[in-house]
């Protein structure tokens, strides 16, 4: 079946700590995308791909990184410079262009420790 | 900011009853789409809406825009236990294949 796989589906950091978060995709989108959701409210961009070797800063990428080596992987690394990780990350993936329903993970959910 | 915010934060009904949430944008947009996410789950798509709509259909759902007042509602009707869920709107940002996301309406339908 194709869709995104995110793992783990639960992680802690310690103080001080990088973690990555994995994502793939088998749909064969171009586009994929990092969202940072917290209690209550909505999605937040952190960082978007259009394209293999290329990506761009969303709306809070202070904190995190991401690569995008092959079209279907997608990791972010939360890095200790981010001062409050704890959240629940999603990814997504599109077709490119405009109006294209995006398509999710079921995320995974930091904690820290 | 151009985030959409849905209207009300949480809403309780009955089984079979019809539920309706709204959703209120700052600027103008050129498409609308409803996601649902399940409790611990990732979003999926429900129904996109283009700016020249104003109205569409898809199942139980019906979705109606209205850009002279920068809103949109989404209806189900004859509402079931596993609609339970949360119902976000996403507006696009002019930028690509980037949506602003509502903060969200809870649905609880009652068995």
């Known amino acids: 079946d194709g869709g995104i796989t995110q793992s783990p589906k639960y992680l802690f950091r310690k103080e001080g700590q990088n973690v990555t978060l994995s994502c793939e995709q088998n749909?064969?989108?171009?586009?994929m995308y990092w969202y940072r959701q917290d209690p209550g409210q909505g999605l937040r961009l952190i960082y978007y791909s259009q394209i293999v070797n290329d990506f761009q800063k969303g709306d809070i990428a202070e904190g995190y990184s991401v690569s995008r080596e092959k079209k279907e992987s997608f990791p972010l690394t939360v890095t200790s410079a981010q001062k409050n990780p704890t959240a629940f990350y999603l990814c997504?993936?599109?077709?490119?262009?405009?109006?294209?329903?995006?398509?999710f993970g079921d995320g995974t959910r930091l904690s820290i420790l | 900011s151009q985030q959409g915010e849905e209207d009300p934060q949480a809403l309780s009904i009955q089984e079979g009853e019809n539920a309706t949430m709204n959703c209120s944008y700052k600027?103008?947009?050129?498409?609308l789409q409803w996601y649902r996410q399940n409790s611990g789950r990732g979003l999926v798509h429900l129904i996109l809406i283009r700016s020249n709509e104003r109205e569409k259909h898809s199942g139980r759902l019906r979705v109606t825009l209205d850009t002279s007042k920068k809103s949109s509602s989404l209806l189900i009707t004859a509402s079931r236990a596993a609609d339970t869920a949360s119902y976000f709107c996403a507006t696009d940002k002019n930028t690509g294949n980037q949506f602003y996301f509502g903060t969200g309406t809870s649905l609880t339908v009652i068995p």
């Open positions: 600027t103008s947009i050129n498409n």
């Open positions: 749909l064969n989108h171009d586009a």
């Open positions: 997504a993936s599109s077709w490119t262009g405009n109006i294209q329903p995006q398509h």
